[in-house]
T-cell receptor
Framework: DADVTQTPRNRITKTGKRIMLECSQT?????MYWYRQDPGLGLRLIYY???????NKGEISDGYSVSRQAQAKFSLSLESAIPNQTALYFC????????????FGSGTRLTVV | SQKIEQNSEALNIQEGKTATLTCNYT??????LQWYRQDPGRGPVFLLL?????KEKRKERLKVTFDTTLKQSLFHITASQPADSATYLC???????????FGTGTRLTVIP
């Protein structure tokens, strides 16, 4: 099994629909992150969580919400999807000690039509 | 404004040569800098980390340098192979920011 598992791998949804992307990790790490990747813009942080009770906004959190259901699970929701949220979404995890590399999932390709 | 720039979008080199990728940053004060590899349709994979007080770090055929005066990191792959073809991302940690900021990446193609 992968260290970080994202579901679904691909999703097409309609404008205005609510959608949830799920992430689970088996690394036992405290920190989890959601990024989106767009061509030419690189990876941008949406939300991050340092433990179950700690949720923080990243640089592009508008239009998104998250839930940290357990140490191993961190889900991202789009409350009312819009076309410019079409992107590749990645979940990642890291150890609490600073300087550790991030472990990323394989991504979810989301298309909003 | 804050920027992380990687030297070019694409770099082609002959097999066996050394590939050198550049990462320049503006208006950041990173505690450390990381390099990742990303293959099409996959998530980034962590390669190396170098701290602000380190000049150079090596791992097998990979070497990273970090010059905080020039605000630049160089990433070298020696004896390059076609299997090294991928996009390489640099990322840095802004002191106190608690997360990584990524460059847009350089797509490396190693030609047999």
């Amino acid at each position: 099994d992968a260290d970080v598992t994202q579901t679904p791998r691909n999703r097409i949804t309609k404008t205005g629909k609510r959608i949830m992307l799920e992430c689970s990790q088996t690394k036992g790490h405290d920190r989890m992150y959601w990024y989106r990747q767009d061509p030419g813009l690189g990876l941008r942080l949406i939300y991050y969580s340092f433990d179950v009770k700690d949720i923080n906004k990243g640089e592009i959190s508008d239009g998104y919400s998250v839930s940290r259901q357990a140490q191993a699970k961190f889900s991202l929701s789009l409350e009312s999807a819009i076309p410019n949220q079409t992107a590749l979404y990645f979940c990642a995890t890291s150890d609490h000690s600073r300087g550790d590399g991030y472990t990323f999932g394989s991504g979810t390709r989301l298309t909003v039509v | 404004s804050q920027k992380i720039e990687q030297n070019s979008e694409a770099l082609n080199i002959q097999e066996g040569k050394t590939a050198t990728l550049t990462c320049n940053y503006t208006n950041y004060s990173p505690a450390y800098l990381q390099w990742y590899r990303q293959d099409p349709g996959r998530g980034p994979v962590f390669l190396l980390l170098i701290r602000e007080n380190e000049k150079e770090k090596r791992k097998e055929r990979l070497k990273v340098t970090f010059d905080t005066t020039l605000k630049q990191s160089l990433f070298h792959i020696t004896a390059s192979q076609p299997a090294d073809s991928a996009t390489y991302l640099c990322a840095l940690d802004e002191t106190g920011a608690n997360n990584l900021f990524f460059g847009t990446g350089t797509r490396l193609t190693v030609i047999p």
